[in-house]
């Protein structure tokens, strides 16, 4: 069983930055593969990005690359996704998943979820 809590989200200006964390409880945290995804009103839950356990692969949607960057700190249980150039297409709900599985671009492939954050870029 694995508890996730997300922080950090907020308001920012078009073109400004904003670093998400995920923490996780439980001593298992190495063995999942962590993913976060976003849902914006009246939207679906959308893939953003994932990192599989070691940190040794990433995957990101096409309209976050060279942007977002997904990492994790085993030691400390946490998962970030530093968030650069934000646009105003990216204000959603941010949620932090964990898999036992590779890494899915389908939330429905992701067994726990945190309660989410908010961010909202104005442009």
């Known amino acids: 069983q694995v508890q996730l809590v997300e922080s950090g989200g907020g308001s920012v200006q078009a073109g400004g930055s904003l670093r998400l964390s995920c923490a996780a409880s439980g001593r298992t945290f190495s063995i999942y593969t962590m993913g976060w995804f976003r849902q914006a009103p009246g939207k679906e839950r959308e893939f953003v990005a994932a990192i599989s356990w070691s940190g040794g692969r990433t995957n990101y949607a096409d309209s976050v690359k060279g942007r977002f960057t997904i990492s994790r700190d085993n030691a400390r249980n946490t998962t970030y996704l530093q968030m650069n150039s934000l646009k105003a297409e990216d204000t959603a709900v941010y949620y932090c998943?964990?898999?036992?599985?590779?890494?899915?671009?389908?939330?429905?492939?992701?067994?726990?979820w945190g309660q989410g954050t908010q961010v909202t870029v104005s442009s």
């Open positions: 998943a964990a898999t036992r599985g590779t890494i899915y671009y389908s939330h429905m492939n992701y067994e726990y």
